[in-house]
């Protein structure tokens, strides 16, 4: 089979000649700054800037490891351009500055006779950013962005990118489009220790607050699910509403009430919903599977989550696509021995018995600027355990 073959193969619930491996976000995202645009966003090591981790020489050989042997899954997201006449850039101001060996952006919103503040930092050597300071500090903030006009949420859609993608990478792997859902819009205006404060206690101004972020994401999806139908998606943000940060019921006011719609999207034209959740999903899969979710990832085992991937393919193998199920920090911090007896792990509890597809991939990739040798065998231990199961 080709890459493309498999992959696809896995997301029907077809046989396969051998299950798929995936790095995520290397291979993930493509080496050539061009398709991009404006150059951001590519893992390119040719790059010089001093805040790119990739053009480290140790980063290369993992590269072209996943650009050749892995079954590549490309995340993408389409052009989203202002509409003539937003009236966005009246409320919007942004600045950009350095210093020392880091970068920093500032983002005010003036609305209701407030300025709404958030701040984010990105250093040298880490492919991470921090958020400093956030928009929404008190109810007043709140309250003031719920006045922002609806029309400057709104974009137009180009698809693109996506279309591009899709023949450039050809039998080599397959694209999927990548978006947050409405709790991800919504939860990274506060801080965590606010958003979970707010989202517990004043639940009827969160719900204006979901609805107001969810208009635009579901026109969004409707357009792209339309468009570009048939293809792999990854939905981000529902651990937003998980455990331990909120019950079971806010879970399913926040999320199944408002991303259900987006998979609703997706499914009825041929696409295939993957949420993406970090941590303690247990009790969340029930959620997933009656939203209409084809697939889930990255099912971490305890103690970073709180399921075997074994449990999972075994009562929802048969309505969920599994993708997982690695842990990012074993694959840097295990030995190569020790991580050859999880990986194969991995491998016989995501194929066990009957179910739709199973894709091994790690839960996230290394930020650091350095691959180390260890790091680099472990990858490659992905690669042959998947090629020879």
């Not at 409405?182 to 101004?205: G, K, N, Q």
């Not at 899969?285 to 103690?303: H, K, Q």
């Amino acid at each position: 089979m080709t890459r493309r073959e498999r992959l696809m193969a896995a997301l029907r619930g077809q046989p396969v000649d051998r299950p798929a491996v995936n790095f995520y976000e290397i291979g993930g995202h493509s080496q050539d700054p061009s398709v991009y645009g404006d150059g951001g966003g590519a893992m390119n090591p040719n790059d010089p800037d001093p805040y790119n981790v990739y053009n480290s020489a140790s980063w290369r050989p993992l590269l072209q490891l996943a650009e050749e042997r892995t079954d590549l899954i490309r995340m993408r997201s389409p052009i989203l351009r202002d509409p003539p006449g937003s009236p966005r850039e009246q409320f919007f101001k942004s600045i950009d500055w350095e210093d020392g060996n880091s970068r920093y952006t500032k983002v005010e919103i003036h609305i209701a006779g407030r300025v709404l503040t958030q701040v984010n930092r990105r250093d040298r050597d880490v492919a991470t950013s921090w958020c400093l300071e956030h928009f929404i500090k008190a109810k007043d903030d709140l309250l003031a962005y719920l006045e922002l006009p609806d029309e400057i949420f709104a974009r137009e859609v180009d698809i693109t990118p996506l279309v591009q993608e899709d023949k450039r990478i050809g039998d080599r792997g397959i694209v999927m489009v990548d978006t947050g859902d409405p709790i991800c819009a919504a939860a990274p205006l506060f801080s965590m220790e606010d958003y979970t404060v707010f989202a517990f206690t004043e639940r009827e101004l969160f719900h204006r607050l979901m609805e107001k972020v969810a208009r635009p994401l579901w026109q969004i999806t409707e357009t792209v699910a339309r468009e570009f139908s048939g293809h792999l998606w990854r939905i981000y943000g529902p651990e937003y509403a998980g455990e331990p940060y909120l019950p079971n019921q806010l879970f399913e006011e926040y999320v199944v009430r408002y991303t259900g719609p987006m998979v609703q999207s997706i499914r009825r034209y041929g696409g295939f919903p993957r949420i993406h959740c970090h941590g303690r999903i247990r009790n969340l899969l029930p959620y997933f599977v009656s939203m209409g979710a084809t697939g889930t990832d990255p099912i971490e085992p305890p103690p970073q989550g709180d399921v075997e991937l074994r449990y999972v393919r075994q009562t929802y193998g048969k309505d969920l696509v599994l993708f997982g199920n690695l842990e990012c920090s074993d694959i840097e911090m295990k030995s190569p021995a020790a991580f050859e007896k999880i990986c194969a792990q991995s491998i016989q509890d995501g194929t066990a018995g009957n179910g739709k597809g199973f894709v091994l991939m790690p839960s996230a990739a290394p930020y650091g600027r350095t691959i180390t040798p260890s790091t680099m065998a472990n990858y490659e231990t992905m690669v042959r355990l998947a090629e020879r199961a």
